[in-house]
C-alpha cells in the first residue's frame, strides 16, 4: 500500500505562484508513473499532470500548461507541481496520485487531498 501525503496548499492572489508536494511512503514509488488531479467545486476530478517513472516524460492538460511544471526526487520519494499564473479557474482540491491509469483516467494510489484558492 502507498500514502501519499500532500503539502503545499493554501490562498494565493490571481497571477501568484505556489509549489505543491506529494510524500510517498512506498520505496516503490520510483517505479510508478506520478500525477496530479483536481477536483473543482460541482465538477469532476479531472486530469492535471503525470511524469513517467525516469523523470523522462511530462504530461499536462492544456488548461494548465505553459503555467505548471510537474517533478520529481526519487530520492526522497516525493514528487512537486510547480503552478504560476495562478487563475481563478485554478482553485479546486489538488490530489496527487501514483500509479496512474492508462490515458490518465484515474489513478491506483491517491493523496487526501489539498486545497488551493485563488482569488481574483
Known amino acids: 500500500q502507498v500514502r501519499l501525503v500532500e503539502s503545499g496548499g493554501g490562498l494565493v492572489q490571481a497571477g501568484g505562484s505556489l509549489r505543491l508536494s506529494c510524500a510517498a511512503s512506498?520505496?516503490?514509488?520510483?517505479?510508478?508513473?506520478m500525477g496530479w488531479f483536481r477536483q473543482a467545486p460541482g465538477k469532476e476530478r479531472e486530469f492535471v499532470a503525470a511524469?513517467?517513472?525516469?523523470?523522462?516524460?511530462?504530461y499536462y492538460a492544456d488548461s494548465v500548461k505553459g503555467r505548471f511544471t510537474i517533478s520529481r526526487d526519487n530520492a526522497r520519494n516525493t514528487v512537486y507541481l510547480q503552478m504560476n499564473s495562478l487563475n481563478a479557474e485554478d482553485t479546486a482540491v489538488y490530489y496527487c496520485?501514483?500509479?496512474?491509469?492508462?490515458?490518465?483516467?484515474?489513478?491506483?494510489?491517491w493523496g487526501q487531498g489539498t486545497q488551493v484558492t485563488v482569488s481574483s
Open positions: 496520485a501514483a500509479d496512474l491509469a492508462a490515458g490518465f483516467k484515474g489513478s491506483r494510489y
Open positions: 511524469i513517467s517513472w525516469s523523470d523522462v516524460t511530462t
Open positions: 512506498e520505496r516503490a514509488f520510483g517505479s510508478y508513473t
